[in-house]
């Protein structure tokens, strides 16, 4: 397993739409492990392929470190699709580990069905709701190219203009590894 640099804002993978899985291969089950260290190194909850730069339809989702999540199993979704999105939304603040120390009020429904692959080729549907929803919803969208600056006003995009930035010309101070400009 290796740790991998993560991709930042301004790097180009994460803003395209990333590839659909084809088959479930040692390569991606290798990816998908790598995923894992490098999120779980970076202290994360959620980490998209594209954040570690393959273009792979591809995020695992590991809650297990916040409170109340502690039995939660972690998730690999393959080529996911959201079924459903609830009425409701809620308004919640997120980070981003493609964002270092930025953190923002994002809308979002509050409840989502999710359509997607499991690592061995089973398709699965799932109802989510809550923090799982959260970051379900936030993954997904980096697997469409979108990004929190994407998902809040302008009035608060502007404001986040100098940091994002600072972001991408690297003026961060974080303890895990990005890549380079
Ligand atoms: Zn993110």
Do not use: W
């Not at 509050?110 to 692959?117: E, G, H, N, R, T």
């Not at 469409?144 to 009035?155: A, L, Y």
């Amino acid at each position: 397993m290796s740790i991998i640099p993560i991709t930042v804002y301004g790097d180009s993978i994460l803003r395209k739409k990333t590839e659909k899985v084809k088959y479930v291969d040692d390569e991606l089950i290798q990816n998908i492990r790598d995923m894992f260290q490098t999120m779980r190194n970076a202290n994360g909850i959620g980490l998209a392929a594209n954040q570690v730069g393959l273009d792979k339809s591809v995020f695992v989702i590991d809650l297990q470190e916040v409170e109340g999540y502690e039995k939660f199993k972690p998730v690999v979704m393959i080529n996911p699709i959201i079924v459903l999105e609830s009425d409701e939304i809620v308004t919640i603040e997120e980070g981003c580990l493609s964002l270092p120390n930025l953190r923002a009020d994002v809308d979002r429904p509050a409840s989502v069905k999710v359509k997607y692959l499991s690592t061995d080729e089973q398709e699965e549907i799932i109802e989510a709701d809550e923090l799982f929803a959260r970051v379900i919803l936030h993954e997904y969208d980096h697997l469409i190219g979108k990004m929190i600056p994407d998902r809040v006003n302008e009035n608060i995009k502007k404001k986040l203009q100098k940091q994002l930035h600072d972001i991408s010309d690297r003026k961060v101070e974080i303890d895990y590894p990005i890549t380079e400009k």
